[in-house]
């Protein structure tokens, strides 16, 4: 009765519920952690986090299928597709390498953050080199590599080797192939003892000086015979021609001034000439790594004798040689830091700057003829002012001249006004009057002329 009595007064029991398991439902919790992430981050740190740091591809926004559209309205993002993108920087540009040692020239292609990262270079200097940008003529000695932009000829020039920029243009071609002939037959016929960057940074500056001294000339073959027609026949063709011809020279000089002035800046600053050692620096580098390696086999070869034969060392006492060599390591270690800085006392900058103000005189030359053939252009313009100032103080005594003689002509006017009046006057009836007037009517202009020349005259209004 009593299990008739429990049936009886407690409820019906569900059926149990065949229960989830646990996986799926943690799969599912991720899922709508990862879908309200995915909605909350923007399009670029969407794409960051999905493809990761150095892989790429399209991803689906949320809310679409694997190539469906998209069924969120604007809630699910902008699906971006990467795949055609080039990475920026990243393209490679064709260069001739030149090797050091044997003279061998080789077209590369070699893309900019690699440069970088080889010849450890900042991403300025590169830009110095970008044919897409004009930037002015610059030399710059930096701690593995020169980088020279010198008119046609951006290159960059090591120890080892010399990276010269090829450029689509015809006329950059050429130079840059008679810049790797004449390099290639410096090194072959190579008679004093000058490093490699020293010999490709003087072709540089000779082939840039040597284009420079030939448009200098063609100016001045082009300007002098012009001037001279101007100087003679002063007409708005010979005027226009003129213009067009000074703007050339303004824009050549300023050429020609600027690589001048990066000269000058390199002889006036020791340091930046001690930079460009770029031998002598990979000597010294060379040199100081191996002695730390010596040193650090000495010691290891040290430590390993002094293990094998004693106990452990307690941290309180110290083995004196082990100190000794502690001591030199720290010696070796500074003096390897210290490289970097040197200052221009450990290199004989007399070589370089020997060999830069051979090169500054030339270049001085050259702007020394350019702003001959300005002073030349100044004075022709100052002739050219000249004649038309006398020009026009002429048309002014002219014009001088005939409001005088307008005022003669009008005494004149005066009497023919008083003669032609309708009233009776006896001198009308006098023979021979009317030749008697005008004749003492010419004199007296003539008279007041005459006080009018000698009175222009007195005061130097023009010469006569």
């Known amino acids: 009765m009593l299990g008739a009595f429990l049936d009886t007064s407690l409820p019906p029991q569900p059926p149990a519920q065949p229960r989830t398991p646990a996986p799926a439902t943690a799969t599912a919790s991720a899922m709508d ?150 390099l290639q037959r410096r090194l072959v016929d190579r008679a004093d003892d000058l490093p490699f960057e020293f010999i490709a940074l003087e072709v540089a500056l000779e082939a840039a000086c040597s284009f420079l001294d030939s448009q200098a000339i063609e100016l001045e073959a082009e300007a002098y015979p012009l001037l001279d027609e101007l100087t003679a026949k002063i007409s708005t063709l010979n005027l226009e021609r003129v213009r067009r011809l000074k703007s050339k020279l303004v824009a050549l000089t300023r050429r020609v001034q600027k690589v001048r002035d990066e000269i000058e800046q390199l002889m006036d600053d020791d340091g930046d000439m001690a930079e460009m050692y770029l031998t002598e620096k990979k000597m010294r580098m060379e040199a100081s790594m191996l002695d730390d390696e010596d040193l650090q086999g000495i010691g290891n070869s040290h430590n390993g004798f002094d293990s094998s034969l004693s106990a452990p060392v307690s941290p309180v006492s110290t083995h004196p040689a082990t100190r000794r060599l ?24 007399d070589e370089l700057e020997m060999l830069l103000e051979a090169y500054f005189v030339v270049i001085d030359y050259t702007l020394s003829k350019l702003t001959s053939l300005k002073e030349y252009i100044d004075d022709t313009e100052d002739f050219i002012n000249i004649q038309l100032d006398n020009v026009r103080n002429q048309l002014i005594q002219f014009e001088l001249l005939l409001t005088t003689a307008t005022f003669v002509v009008a005494i004149f006017g005066v009497v023919s006004g008083v003669f032609g009046m309708n009233f009776e006057v006896p001198l009308f009836s006098v023979p021979h009057a009317f030749e008697w007037t005008l004749a003492i009517t010419g004199v007296c202009g003539a008279v007041i002329f005459c006080c009018f020349l000698w009175y222009f005259k007195k005061r130097r209004f023009f010469p006569l």
């Open 33 to 182: 952690h990862d879908h309200l992430k995915d909605r909350l981050l923007l399009p670029s740190s969407r794409a960051a986090a999905t493809n990761g740091p150095h892989h790429r591809r399209a991803t689906p926004a949320p809310g679409t299928g694997a190539g469906g559209p998209p069924c969120g309205g604007g809630a699910g993002g902008v699906s971006i597709d990467v795949n055609g993108l080039k990475r920026r920087g990243g393209e490679r540009r064709s260069w001739v390498r030149v090797d050091a040692g044997t003279g061998a020239a080789e077209a590369v292609e070699v893309a900019k953050p690699a440069l970088m990262r080889r010849l450890d270079l900042p991403a300025r200097d590169l830009r110095l080199l970008d044919p897409l940008f004009v930037y002015p003529s610059a030399i710059l000695g930096r701690e593995r590599a020169v980088v020279c932009n010198l008119e046609r000829l951006r290159c960059i020039i090591t120890a080892d080797e010399a990276l010269v920029l090829r450029e689509p243009d015809a006329a950059a071609e050429e130079a840059v192939r008679r810049y790797v002939d004449e």
């Open 326 to 349: 502690e001591k030199e390591f720290s010696f070796a270690r500074s003096r390897h830091s210290s490289f970097k800085s040197s200052d221009s006392s450990q290199y004989n900058i």
